[in-house]
């Protein structure tokens, strides 16, 4: 499952985002905004989204203007976000960093480049070579160290 936030400012990119993934076959939830709203806030679909993936529930693929969701998504013990601006950070933030949650900056990400972006991530594998899973180990305890 595939949990889906934008903003104002993300709104449009997300809507296109919901028609490449039923293109791709891909399950997804919208978590909001649902209409554009040029008063919303940002953290409440991140929130919505971050408590969705927290709970082992899948991904999640946040636009807002400038990426900042991706503040609000790593509060969250278990969510490891990432803003991506191209398909090389995804595929690294896929294969590396096992990121669970893609933040993209729709005032400066194309729709095109977006669609490359999430069907990168969204195809990579982690990485199983040591060195990955010792990095990601000690961000796990870090983790457990912070949100007790």
Request: glycine fraction near 8%.
């Amino acid at each position: 499952m595939i949990y889906l936030g934008a903003d104002h400012r993300g709104f449009e990119l997300k809507e296109k985002v919901k028609e490449w993934l039923e293109e791709w076959g891909e399950e997804y939830e919208d978590m909001g905004n649902v209409k554009y709203d040029p008063e919303d806030d940002f953290p409440d679909y991140a929130i919505k989204v971050a408590e969705k993936v927290a709970k082992g529930g899948g991904l999640g693929v946040l636009a807002c203007g400038s990426g900042g969701m991706v503040m609000v998504a790593n509060k969250f013990k278990g969510v490891w976000a990432a803003e991506v601006w191209d398909v090389e950070r995804a595929r690294h933030a896929k294969a590396h960093d096992d990121v669970n949650v893609l933040a993209l900056p729709a005032d400066v990400v194309s729709e095109g480049k977006a669609k490359e972006i999430i069907k990168v991530w969204l195809e990579t594998v982690l990485k199983k070579e040591e060195k990955y899973q010792r990095r990601l180990d000690k961000i796990r305890k870090i983790e457990e160290d912070n949100f007790k």
